[in-house]
């Protein structure tokens, strides 16, 4: 399965972006897909996720509220659509897709697929 992301870019404080991560080849609902984010620096953080079929979405407390994920299985992607951006939202953004436990999804050792990631920045 190949990965593609797009869609950062920059944004002022309190705006909205929407992230989208494109899937080639394999199965795509065999998989989770997961959000991931790194700002230099620092380590990985998981941002969220969303279910291979029925596309229960799950986040970390960090976004919760505020940044929502969906998927549209017909055409191989998954979207997070982000709201009341801050500025410790700044950070490269990746895709991952893998099959985690319920308990592992923050574990980005677990996903065997990975997009390219994508420059989100909020400034004013």
């Known amino acids: 399965v190949q990965l593609q992301a797009s869609g950062g870019g920059l944004v002022q404080p309190g705006g909205s972006l929407t992230l989208s991560c494109a899937a080639s080849g394999g199965t795509f609902s065999d998989y989770a897909i997961s959000w991931f984010r790194q700002d230099s620096g620092k380590e990985r953080e998981f941002v969220g996720g969303?279910?291979?079929?029925?596309?229960?979405?799950y986040y970390a407390a960090s976004v919760e509220g505020r940044f929502t994920i969906s998927r549209d299985n017909a055409k191989n992607t998954v979207a997070l659509q982000m709201n009341s951006l801050k500025s410790e939202d700044t950070a490269i953004y990746y895709c991952?897709?893998?099959?985690?436990?319920?308990?592992?999804?923050?574990?980005?050792?677990?996903?065997?697929?990975w997009g390219q990631g994508t420059q989100v920045t909020v400034s004013s």
């Open positions: 969303i279910r291979r079929s029925w596309g229960k979405a």
């Open positions: 991952a897709a893998g099959r985690p436990a319920l308990g592992s999804r923050q574990n980005s050792g677990l996903y065997y697929y």
